[in-house]
């Protein structure tokens, strides 16, 4: 079993940055894919951001590109999400999830999940 932990969410005014960090627990990710999702109120949750396993690969939402950065530290476990210039649309409750498949499944078939932690971004 994995368990993710993310921290680093807060209240924010729009053009600040915030950095999440999802540490993971129980057996090392290294191997697995990790990603960000959100979920807004009244919304579907999305993804925001995914990295491959050797973070070789990274993908981000049309909402968040050149704006948010994943990236991973293998050695301690732990995936960020730097968010800059963070608008009032990025309100949401972001979380970490991890999955251990060799190819990229979709969202609701990765196996591991954070509780997540809330963004809120004022004007």
């Known amino acids: 079993q994995v368990q993710l932990v993310e921290s680093g969410g807060g209240l924010v005014q729009a053009g600040d940055s915030l950095r999440l960090s999802c540490a993971a627990s129980?057996?090392?990710?290294?191997?697995?894919?990790m990603g960000w999702f959100r979920r807004a109120s009244g919304k579907e949750r999305e993804l925001v951001a995914r990295i491959s396993r050797n973070s070789g690969f990274t993908y981000y939402a049309g909402s968040v590109k050149g704006r948010f950065t994943i990236s991973r530290d293998n050695a301690k476990n732990t995936v960020y999400l730097q968010m800059n210039s963070l608008k009032p649309e990025d309100t949401a409750v972001y979380y970490c999830a991890a999955d251990p498949e060799p190819t990229v499944r979709p969202l609701n078939q990765w196996a591991y999940w954070g509780q997540g932690t809330q963004v809120t971004v004022s004007s």
């Open positions: 129980g057996r090392t990710v290294s191997s697995f894919h």
